[in-house]
C-alpha cells in the first residue's frame, strides 16, 4: 500500500540558510500534519492542512511557513535556519472525512544545520 | 491548548512480565487517544487507539484503558518480549470534531521501554 512519501530524507544546511521539505500523502488522504521532533524529543506539532486550507496551527516558528498544493501534497519552507532548527520532521496525512483521526506518518526528513 | 503528561519516562521490565505506561491529559474536548511505538531514528507507527466513547480496547498483548472523568489513559502491554523495547508515547486530540478540519495531536514526553531478557 502507498504510504507518506518525503523528501528530501537528509538535509544538511549553514546557519541562515533556507530549507524546503516536500511531503506527498497517501492517495485520497485530505490533511496534511507537519511535526518537528529534536533529539530525544517527543514530536511537536506545527501544523496542519485540510483540503489545502490550513487547519490548525502549533508550535510553528514565524520563520517557517507552509502550503498544500491542489495535489494535496505538501512544503514546510524553513529560512533564516537556527542550530535548534536540527531535528527530525515528520508529515503525516490521514482523511479526516471519515473522521477516524488516524495518523499515518512518513519515514521523516533529517535536517542539520551546520 | 492540550497538555499531555505521560508516566514513566523509563520503564524496565522483565520479558514476559507486563508494563503499563499512564497518560493524563486537560483538553476534556479532546476524543482521539492513540499510542505510538517509536525505535530510534524511525518514525512513530500507531500501535493502539482509543475514541472518547469507548472505555475500553484491545488487541492481542496491547490493551488501552480511558477515564474520560479523571482525564486519564492507559497503555497495558502484556507477555512482554525483546521487540516491544522502544520508546512509546501518548496522544491527545479533537481529531473527530464535528465542523472537520484537523487538530494536531499533542504528544506526552515518551516512555522508554527497556524489556530485560
Known amino acids: 500500500a502507498a504510504g507518506v512519501i518525503q523528501s528530501p530524507r537528509h538535509l544538511i544546511k549553514e546557519k541562515r540558510e533556507t530549507a524546503t521539505l516536500k511531503c506527498y500523502p497517501i492517495?485520497?488522504?485530505?490533511?496534511v500534519y507537519w511535526y518537528q521532533q529534536g533529539p530525544g524529543q517527543d514530536p511537536q506539532f506545527l501544523i496542519s492542512?485540510?483540503?489545502?486550507?490550513?487547519?490548525d496551527k502549533g508550535s510553528i516558528p514565524d520563520r517557517f511557513s507552509a502550503q498544500q498544493f491542489s495535489d494535496y501534497h505538501s512544503e514546510l519552507n524553513m529560512s533564516s535556519l537556527e542550530l535548534g532548527d536540527s531535528a527530525l520532521y515528520f508529515c503525516?496525512?490521514?482523511?479526516?472525512?471519515?473522521?477516524?483521526?488516524?495518523?499515518?506518518f512518513g519515514e521523516g526528513s533529517r535536517l542539520t544545520v551546520l | 491548548g492540550e497538555n499531555v503528561e505521560q508516566h514513566p519516562s523509563t520503564l524496565s521490565v522483565q520479558e514476559g512480565d507486563s508494563a503499563v505506561i499512564k497518560c493524563t491529559y486537560s483538553?476534556?474536548?479532546?476524543?482521539?487517544f492513540p499510542w505510538y511505538k517509536q525505535e530510534l531514528g524511525k518514525r512513530p507507527q500507531l500501535i493502539i487507539d482509543i475514541r472518547s466513547n469507548v472505555g475500553e480496547k484491545k488487541d492481542q498483548r496491547i490493551a488501552v484503558t480511558l477515564n474520560k472523568t479523571a482525564k486519564h489513559f492507559s497503555l497495558h502491554i502484556t507477555e512482554t518480549q525483546p521487540e516491544d523495547s522502544a520508546v512509546y508515547f501518548c496522544?491527545?486530540?479533537?481529531?473527530?470534531?464535528?465542523?472537520?478540519?484537523?487538530?494536531?495531536?499533542?504528544f506526552g514526553k515518551g516512555t522508554h521501554l527497556i524489556i530485560q531478557p
Open positions: 503525516a496525512s490521514s482523511l479526516e472525512g471519515q473522521g477516524t483521526g488516524e495518523l499515518f
Open positions: 496522544a491527545a486530540t479533537r481529531a473527530l470534531n464535528s465542523g472537520g478540519g484537523a487538530d494536531g495531536l499533542t
Open positions: 492517495p485520497r488522504h485530505d490533511t
Open positions: 483538553d476534556s474536548a479532546s476524543n482521539y
Open positions: 492542512f485540510y483540503e489545502k486550507m490550513q487547519s
